[in-house]
């Protein structure tokens, strides 16, 4: 698969500001791209701008393989949702599609029905307005209103944020079978990256404008790493047994469990010797690093969105 999208060192400058800066990023067709940052990292800057919705100070970019004027043209084929969904509060769900697909030129029968399916709002009251629906709702209208026009790519910044847990799990559900089903390449920020390690296929780390490292997620997967954890009841007794195992990378973490590196597929060897040597065994399991831990340890600071 060819990428759908590129940039080449992309920049946005306001005043003496460089909110973005020679950023490279690629993204394949088919794929959920998850865009990583602080808030103010550049995310949101970088979406508008690969949306046609602002201009780069410098370099460049690529959609569907085509530059300049044949860019422009397939700018059609990107769907986008930034910031708050744009919608009539008076309308309801089906009007506002409405108005856009009658703006757009789009009349067949039925269009706006699939839509509302599409993003689960099917069941919504034909006349309720959009201004009293949850934040999830109107998540999800401004998500069909970004599908109007059957785009290629969707764009979408923060569609996840302030949602509870149910809902976080129903949108990440629908973005899953959006590519799964109709192939939509969907390219998205969140600061829920525990959510967002549950969908994203590749990532791209921004910090301070500045493209930090591009991964897969079985290139992520690869780079953390599992390792063996367990607890007892006489930790300076364990590490003695580890030892005598052989086991020399066994490591005491400050909240009193045992981390080992190795040994991964032995945890029913370690827990037959330390119960063995009369160790009270409280817990033992694999553990990943998961998406957050690792740009933590990449940007070197607490994590704000």
């Known amino acids: 698969m060819g990428y759908i999208l590129e940039t080449e060192n ?41 949306s046609g919705l602002a201009r780069p100070t410098g370099g460049s970019y690529s959609l569907f393989g085509k530059t300049g004027l044949e860019k422009q043209k397939m700018l059609k084929n ?20 409405k108005i856009k697909c009658i703006g757009m030129g789009i009349k067949p029968k039925g269009y706006v029905e699939e839509l509302l399916k599409t993003v ?8 309720k307005p959009a201004g009293s629906y949850s934040l999830g709702m109107r998540q999800r209208l401004g998500i069909a209103l970004a599908l109007v026009g059957d785009p290629k790519m969707i764009v979408l910044d923060e569609p996840i944020n302030g ?6 799990a129903e949108v990440r559900d629908m973005l899953s079978r959006l590519r799964n089903e109709k192939g939509i390449t969907i390219m998205i920020s969140s600061h829920i990256l525990d959510e967002l390690g549950k969908i994203a296929d590749s990532y791209g ?9 591009e991964f ?63 160790i009270g065994l409280e817990e033992i399991y694999l553990r990943s690093m998961t998406l957050e831990e690792y740009y933590l340890g990449m940007t070197g600071g607490e994590h704000n969105g």
């Open 10 to 50: 992309l920049t946005k400058r306001y005043g003496q500001k460089d909110a973005v800066r020679d950023v490279n990023l690629h993204i394949e067709e088919g794929q959920i791209y998850g865009l990583i940052g602080r808030n103010g990292a550049g995310k949101t800057t970088i979406m508008r701008m690969i």
């Open 78 to 97: 990107v769907g986008v949702l930034i910031e708050s969904p744009g919608v009539y509060p008076r309308l309801s769900a089906y009007e506002n599609l």
């Open 120 to 127: 689960g709002l099917e069941n919504t009251e034909r006349k």
């Open 163 to 168: 949602l509870d847990p149910q809902g976080i």
């Open 205 to 213: 780390v921004i910090h301070e404008g500045k493209l930090l490292d």
């Open 216 to 278: 897969s997620a079985q290139e992520l997967h690869l780079r953390c790493g599992q390792s063996v954890v367990l607890r007892t009841d006489d930790t300076a007794r364990t590490l003695q047994v580890l030892e005598n195992m052989g086991i020399s990378d066994a490591a005491q973490e400050p909240d009193g469990s045992i981390h080992i590196g190795s040994a991964l597929s032995h945890t029913k060897e370690i827990s037959k010797a330390v119960v063995g040597a009369g």
